[in-house]
């Protein structure tokens, strides 16, 4: 058998992490077939493949052959696809099969699929045997340039997403960008809700960029590598300045805290709402909040919200199939949220596009009149 | 309400970790009821205890006083007592009921109760919003000498012991001794065990000075104050050098490769054995093999089995209640254990009392026909 010939064209981010955790996220078409022996030079005897049924179908066995003609014993942990698998069964689930392949101290977890697989795999490997090494081979676009970066690794409990977890980074990230090819249009999407974001964070230009370029991405042209490295490279930046989002790193969640709360309000029903989806309204919320509070121009939350739809993202809070409920509900779900600090609300909000800021201590009678208004707005439509 | 007089003869032992994680631990009688005021100098709104249902009765009520007294905020998370507890569903219900009492990111867990809790709450706390601070108010023998003291927390997987875990150290340790007058006669000497080891592992002069003062350990007098500080003195000094069990730690599981095994066997049944009968089965063991192979003499293997005998505890296979299967089943156990590098087996042997040290790569055969012996010896009883 002979190795097949990367791509020439292969992009490389490295993430300058300290105390002999730093680590390159490569990107390029066909890394999943040559993944071995880049992995294999992490020394280590056994690699245990964790993936979902919907991935592990189309790319487990030619990750394993790859891994295991590179010398690595290999073996796999299939979990069910979904947000769902990131709970405390599915990290039993996870750490159980991870015992049965006898993975040891020295050996390596290879997280194979979305976020989910790469949030729970991770959070596994953060804690099995108090800490074995993990590699990222994320396959969606969200992964790809954003979950698999950056270890922040968990779970979601009954009463919010993402309560639990561990800071534990990856020793090599592997975006196999031809892996979106089989990727539906509608988690295409939702990962494109965080391409834009990192524009809408800290970057005009490169959100004049993806106005321009956003249907390369989609058809899988070179536009997509690009993009996968801009954003990997706005990550990295990002963690390395603060790993442990005592700061900085917060402006990462633009949308988010909206966004959790309607994925907490449809039971994290990926049916109902997708997270890319939720983050997608939430940012055009964040915007328009942000403009109702006179912080940045109403013609920049219009902007927003119509880059997100042309390229098939909802913005608006009734977009939700079934409904999101109440304000009151909305504002309950929010104040589960991590971002919570003695009883205050914090947002991401801005003062334009490419200027978000964090915003501690935001009123909660003021979000609630806002999304009373937005709410509203529904009735009229 | 009068805050009660703390004892004059608080002992303290430092343990001079770097990074800022360097914590203290005080032992003396009536620390439960002075615990807010050190508590509160951490900084911080809420206090949330985690204890399980027979600690908590007698002493939750006394502690949670302390702490509102102190201006905390204080919660109760019961668990059922046993090592069942230290399980998957045991993290999920103290994540769940932490969550609940919304324990956030600069608030505090207090672990009260044995080394269960402890182990329990602080995977819990290591966690928990990837990481709250957390003190130990440890209330049983064992973990005032050893599961308080070093930061390693975690739970059990049905493959093994402690599979599951996070390094998370404490913010400070209260081991009031007064509390271990109302621990049960069998968890007394099962905690007597660990101080033991202590002597076995480096210092022939303490296992001399537990000959003689074993007894007042036991009844309450100034020796118990005594034997917990030089306990922890021994265990900090080891963690300190070696806090990720890299090299010298690995000492402090002497009698563990044994003992480990033994709990599996009997299905971590405390009703048959418990983790420090274990311990003193698995450390005569130890012995008993070391002189075998020749490397200490077989009178030391003899007064290690004589000293623990004369204390209560167990030093045979054949002390467990039921029967611990055969030399396969053992060693089958024995092998899912963590200290298995490559398959090989290692363990913590002695060239005398005092004189322990790590022996990787030690021959399954002859460990075999070790076993064979030990559990011949007892058709002969
Ligand atoms: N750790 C972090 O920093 C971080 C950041 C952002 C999001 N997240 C988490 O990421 C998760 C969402 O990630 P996601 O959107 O990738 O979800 P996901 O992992 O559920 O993947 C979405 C769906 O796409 C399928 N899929 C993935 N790759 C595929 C491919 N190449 N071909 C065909 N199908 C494929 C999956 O099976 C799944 O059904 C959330 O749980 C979120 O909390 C984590
Ligand atoms: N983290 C570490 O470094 C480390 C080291 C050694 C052992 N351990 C773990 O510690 C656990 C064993 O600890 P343990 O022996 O304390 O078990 P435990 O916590 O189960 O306590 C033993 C029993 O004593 C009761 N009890 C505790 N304090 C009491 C008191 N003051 N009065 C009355 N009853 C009391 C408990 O309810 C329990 O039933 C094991 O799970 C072991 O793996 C951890
Ligand atoms: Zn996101
Ligand atoms: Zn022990």
């Known amino acids: 058998m002979t190795e097949p010939t990367p791509r020439q064209d292969l992009l490389t981010v490295h993430v300058p992490l300290d105390a002999g955790r730093a680590y390159d996220i490569l990107i390029g078409r066909g890394l999943i077939d040559t993944a071995g022996a880049a992995v294999a030079a992490l020394g280590g005897r056994r690699a245990a493949i964790v993936t979902d049924a919907t991935v592990g179908a189309l790319y487990a066995a030619r990750l394993r052959t790859s891994l295991e003609r590179a010398g690595l014993q290999a073996g796999v942990v299939t979990v069910a696809p979904g947000e769902a698998s990131k709970s405390y069964a599915g990290f039993a689930e996870v750490c159980d099969g991870l015992l049965a392949l006898k993975v040891e101290r020295g050996d390596l977890v290879v997280a194979l699929g979305g976020g989910v697989v790469g949030d729970l795999a ?165 915007f328009r909040f942000s403009a109702r509070l006179g912080l940045c121009g109403g013609q920049d939350a219009g902007r927003v919200a119509n880059h997100l739809a042309l390229a098939g993202l909802p913005t608006r809070l009734q977009a939700v199939p079934g409904g999101c409920g109440t304000v009151e509900s909305i504002l309950d779900a929010m104040t589960q949220d991590k971002k919570v600090r003695d009883g205050a609300l914090t947002f991401i909000l801005a003062r334009g596009i490419g200027q978000s800021f964090i915003a501690p201590g935001i009123d909660r009678a003021a979000v609630a009149a806002f999304l009373e208004d937005e709410l509203a707005s529904h009735r009229d439509l």
Chains 1, 2 share one sequence.
């Not at 090819?181 to 509608?186: C, K």
């Not at 004049?208 to 706005?234: H, K, L, M, T």
């Not at 994925?263 to 939430?282: K, N, Q």
């Open 122 to 286: 991770g959070f596994a490997a953060a804690t099995l045997r108090r800490g074995v090494r993990f590699v990222q081979v994320p396959t969606s676009l969200l992964a790809q340039v954003d979950s698999s970066v950056g270890g922040k690794t968990g779970i979601n409990a009954p009463l919010g997403k993402n309560l639990i977890g561990a800071f534990h980074q990856p020793r090599l990230v592997l975006a196999d960008t031809a892996a979106l090819d089989t990727l539906s249009e509608r988690e295409m999407r939702a990962g494109y809700a965080e391409v834009a974001k990192y524009g809408l964070i800290a970057d005009p230009g490169f959100f004049d960029w993806c106005e321009a370029n956003w249907r390369g991405i989609f058809s899988g042209g070179p536009e997509r590598e690009q993009a996968v490295a801009s954003c990997c490279r706005a990550k990295a930046a990002v963690v390395t300045r603060d790993e442990r989002e005592d700061g900085e790193r917060a402006l990462l969640n633009l949308g988010h805290t909206f966004g959790h709360a309607l994925e907490r309000l449809t039971g994290y029903d990926s049916a109902r709402l997708v997270h890319g989806e939720g983050v997608a309204i939430g940012m055009a919320l964040a």
